[in-house]
Every structure is written in C-alpha cells, then in structure tokens.
C-alpha cells in the first residue's frame, strides 16, 4: 500500500451513513491504493442504534481495524502525557492517534476533533476535518456499484427522495 487514510468515529459514521464528502475521500484513497484504517475503540464509539448490523459488518470487512494492546494503549497514553490532555473525552482521540501514527506514510486522518488529534498525531498525520454523524440529507444518492469501491451494501436501501 502507498499510504493510508484512518477513519475517527466521525470518519467511520460517515461511511456508514455513505456521506458524500467521506466516501468521496474513501474513494480516492481506494484509487490511491490507500489502506483504510480504524482503531477498534472506533467501532464502539461510531455503534449508535441507528446502524444496522449487517451494514456495520459489511463496512468493517473493507477496513483494516488495529487492536488496542496493552503497549498501544501504553502508547496512547503518553500521547495523552506529551499533548497535555487527559480524561475519559480524549481518551478514544488518543488511542486513534497512536493507531495512525503506526500506519504507512502519507497518513491522512479523517475526524471531527481536528485540535485535539493534531496535536495528539504532531506533523506526521494530515488531520482533515468533517462533521460528526452524517444527517440524511449528506448521504450521496443511489449509484451503480463501482469497481473502485467494489460494489454497494446490498443490504442498504438508497435514501428516500
């Protein structure tokens, strides 16, 4: 791979809703030859009850999920110490910030909380921002499956007109 694009909570509740300014990214990370990347605490932040199993398996099998290990989450908190952050609010930032720090270069990570995960990822992350939770109307509409993307969720309806 030739870099790699990670996924915050916001980034992966993007994709789930298929918001068009995420997978507009993910795809051309995909063109990109890109790895698309989350930390496995990201699953339980970005799980709200609106997401559907299946959509969640069917997303999460087109993405490399890094566990949180005892000397990841070591490491994540020094990246607390040396940002000067701590608490249970950054907690989750700090354990994505260690996952995208470990991936191969250029790294871009995709988040709502731009200040905290600059300064947790330092210069070797591009931090691009976007909105939290997707609302209805940033889905992108219905297309035919692409081979960039290898096909849409079957199981996902495209949003009501």
């Known amino acids: ?6 996924l915050d909570s916001a980034g992966l509740a993007g994709y789930l809703a298929d918001d068009r300014k995420v997978m507009l990214l993910v ?11 989350i930390s496995a605490a990201t699953i339980i932040e970005a799980q709200y ?3 559907k199993p299946a959509r969640m398996g069917w997303v999460l099998s087109r993405l490399k999920v890094e566990d949180l290990t005892k000397d990841a989450a ?14 249970h ?7 994505v910030a260690e996952a995208a720090l470990r991936q191969s270069p250029p790294v871009t ?7 905290d995960l600059s300064r947790l990822c330092g210069p070797a992350v591009r931090v691009v921002g976007i909105r939290g ?10 297309r035919p499956p692409s081979p960039t993307r290898g096909g849409r969720d079957p199981s996902v309806s495209a949003p009501a007109t």
């Open 133 to 142: 939770t997707p609302s209805e109307s940033q889905k992108t509409e219905s």
């Open 109 to 115: 990570l995709l988040t709502s909380d731009v200040g």
């Open 89 to 95: 609010r950054c907690a989750i930032d700090a354990m």
């Open 27 to 37: 795809d051309s990370a995909k063109r990109h030859d890109h790895s698309l990347v």
């Open 1 to 6: 791979m030739k870099g790699t694009l990670v």
């Open 49 to 51: 009850g609106g997401v």
């Open 74 to 87: 070591r490491a994540a908190a020094e990246l607390l110490r040396k940002a000067g952050l701590h608490g």
